[in-house]
């Protein structure tokens, strides 16, 4: 079975609530109708009734059984505020600043139905930059108990089937750290394995990438990379890793063999820790456009509760297919 089915088999078991804020967006509706019709999530629609329902008709998307919620008449809504003010009170929000967010940001209003349970995850992004859904996120449902680093990884469903675990392959860090130190490096490799274990249903073998490959070139970024794996040897984590390596060594087996000979991850990666997010962006993007490969996420990892971004290039599919995701992440 392919990795979405699979996926939304294991969701429809589940069948959690997911809360979709942007439903300005015609996609979104779509989606909408798409998860309802597969019933992978229970979907919760936030904004005004009258204006979604139009805005459904004229885009022929049946949203019926979906959940409306307009955050300006919500019954909760002194609640969510007292919550947020209770949250940001170190940086000074008032509740008049916390009510004007909530009835004025769905993702904010989304993020906290999570947090306070009236809904079991999020996805937004593709009517807002990634930094608008990460603020949200980080802010209101905050990271999971002793994880200090937010951080993102694309599964990538490639075509051919030649690399990774017969074409599925993680990228991170593509969304979130512009520039992640080496602690933080550490931090997305242990948190990308295990969204490789746990969502994707393959055991991770981890390369730390950089343009060296075992010490053939010398730089100060170089080094970095190198010291993110002998943190990780420090923390002796349960999953094979190796780095630095170049892309090349870390998916095709004879390069693999030549430039990090005796490696049991060079060759057979199934999980890439880009450098930086400017690689990282960059070559997920290219991947999917170049190849073809279909490109889910960006999934966020280290959150207390799921909530997933998305290109604001995404399709009603990639929608559709990361509401289930998330139902999955539902712990
Ligand atoms: C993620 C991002 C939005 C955070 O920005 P920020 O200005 O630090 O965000 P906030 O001010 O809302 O931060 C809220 C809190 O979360 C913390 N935080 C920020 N990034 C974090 C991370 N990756 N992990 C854990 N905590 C984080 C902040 O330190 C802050 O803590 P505080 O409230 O105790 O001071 C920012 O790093 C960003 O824009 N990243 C790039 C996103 C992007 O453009 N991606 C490219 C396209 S996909
Ligand atoms: C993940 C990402 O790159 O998002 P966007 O294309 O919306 O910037």
Redesign the pocket.
Known sequence: MGLIKSIKEKAKSQLRTIVLPETEDERVLKAAEKVLEEQTAKVVLIGNEDTIKADASSCTANIEGATIIDPKTFADLDKYVDELVELRK??GMTPEEAREILTTEPRFFGCMMVRLGDADGLVAGSSA???DV??AA??VVK?APGI????SCFVMETVDGNFGENGLILFAD?????EPNAEQLADIACATAATAKNVVGIDPKVAMLSFSTKGSAKHPLVDKVQYAVDLMADRNVDFPFDGELQADAAIVESIGAKKAPGSDVAGHANVLVFPD?QSG?IGYKLVQRFSGAAAHG?IIQ?LAKPVN?L?RGCSVDDIANLVAITATQVK
């Not at 200090?148 to 951080?151: A, H, L, Q, R, Y």
């Not at 593509?174 to 512009?178: G, H, K, L």
């Open positions: 170190k940086k930059p990634t930094a990460l603020k980080i802010q990271t200090n680093t937010v951080s593509c969304a979130v750290i512009p997010l962006n960006p280290g971004d290109s």
